[in-house]
């Protein structure tokens, strides 16, 4: 799970983890650590990402929060099967951290759900069921879902009346010359549009359905070229 603080900026503060028994670790450690729960930005459960079923998502109390929004988007783009859930008050420590005296923004992302394989909870779920390219896999995914935590940043459009002349600024040369130059061109009208102060990038890759990793890449050339500029929490 990471920390929010007021006092310092997203980029700020380092993603940590936090390794403890199932249920009466994540009960305990939110009964020392209440004062401080509040400060918890995004979580994620793991369990169940060794097998070759299906990713699962399974939603935050919220349902609308930053790593539900994230780890959703991620799936989309990742080029493999997977399904969503809405929260239900039952299955890992997520409905501890969801409960409503914290109500925390904390997720579960898995493979094959609780129950649904025969091997779940019995002697046959070791190593010849776990397998190492699906752990890889699994990996991959979360790494995924912190790339674009890290990086959902929000910003101002500093020429907003009207469509900057792009040709001139050097953009379309700044972005041409590799196989995604039409995406990126599309995109950088995007956050060019949505940068308003409201919109943060993972919202405008949601909503013009580019990927967050190409979404992010055109925002950096257009603070570069002087047409964006970064809204830092305070």
Excluded at 84 to 97: A, T, V
Aim: glycine share 8%; aromatic share 8%; net charge neutral.
């Amino acid at each position: 799970m990471r920390p929010n603080s007021r006092a310092r900026t997203s980029r700020d503060i380092p993603t940590g983890f936090l390794f403890i028994p199932g249920t009466i670790g994540s009960i305990t450690w939110l009964a020392l650590n209440e004062a401080q729960a509040s400060r918890i930005r995004h979580g994620l459960v793991v369990t169940c990402v060794g097998d070759g079923g299906q990713f699962t998502y399974k939603q935050s109390r919220r349902g609308d929060a930053e790593i539900d929004r994230a780890t959703i988007h991620v799936l989309k783009h990742s080029g493999s099967a997977w399904m969503k859930q809405e929260f239900f008050p039952y299955g890992y420590d997520e409905r501890q951290y969801c409960s409503p005296g914290f109500d925390l923004p904390v997720g579960c992302l898995m493979r094959s759900t609780h129950g649904s394989f025969p091997e779940y909870h019995t002697s046959a779920d070791n190593l010849d069921f776990v397998q190492p390219e699906f752990l890889e896999e699994t990996l991959h995914r979360y790494l995924d879902v912190v790339e674009v935590l890290e990086h959902n940043r929000t910003y101002i459009n500093l020429n907003p009346k009207c469509e900057p002349q792009l040709g001139k600024r050097g953009l379309y040369q700044a972005i041409g010359g590799d196989s995604e130059a039409a995406k990126k061109q599309l995109a950088m009208l995007w956050v060019l549009n949505l940068s308003d102060g409201r919109h943060s990038l993972l919202d405008i890759a949601a909503k013009s359905a580019c990927q967050f990793g190409i979404i992010r890449s055109v925002a950096d050339v257009l603070v570069r070229h002087g047409l964006l500029r970064e809204i830092v929490e305070v």
